[in-house]
């Protein structure tokens, strides 16, 4: 169902693994500094488990946005197949009232990215 709106969102390619390996590489300018943007190895090693956590959590996201976008779509065809309306502006309404209030401006945009995944463009 999700391809409505540009098919399901594929994960970002992974970076390349590391060539070379230990202080020399890092001290050098070498794959460690350029993946992590220090060669100092404590501060490298925090950053390269950062960012593990962090792809765990894109991930996560991607999911969460397909099924959203999926269960919406959902709501859409069963209410329109019930003689409803294409739309309900207040459930929109509410839904860019919860992220703004959450989240600022930038969770206002957030939310129209949601819906307009959910029941395409307007």
Not at 56 to 82: C, F, K, N, P
Not at 85 to 95: A, G, N, W
Request: net charge negative; glycine share 12%; aromatic share 2%.
């Amino acid at each position: 169902m999700a391809e409505q709106s540009g098919g399901p969102v594929q994960p970002a390619a992974e970076e390349p693994p590391a060539t070379g390996s230990g202080p020399a590489a890092a001290e050098d300018g070498g794959p460690t500094e350029a993946r992590t943007g220090t060669a100092e190895p404590t501060a490298a090693a925090r950053i390269v488990g950062i960012r593990e956590r962090i792809d765990e959590i894109d991930h996560a996201l991607i999911a969460l946005w397909q099924e959203r976008a999926a269960l919406s779509q959902e709501v859409g065809v069963t209410r329109m197949a019930s003689g409803g309306t294409r739309l309900v502006l207040s459930r929109e309404r509410e839904i860019l009232e919860r992220f703004r209030v959450a989240l600022g401006a930038d969770g206002t945009q957030l939310a129209l990215l949601l819906l307009r995944a959910g029941r395409g463009p307007l």
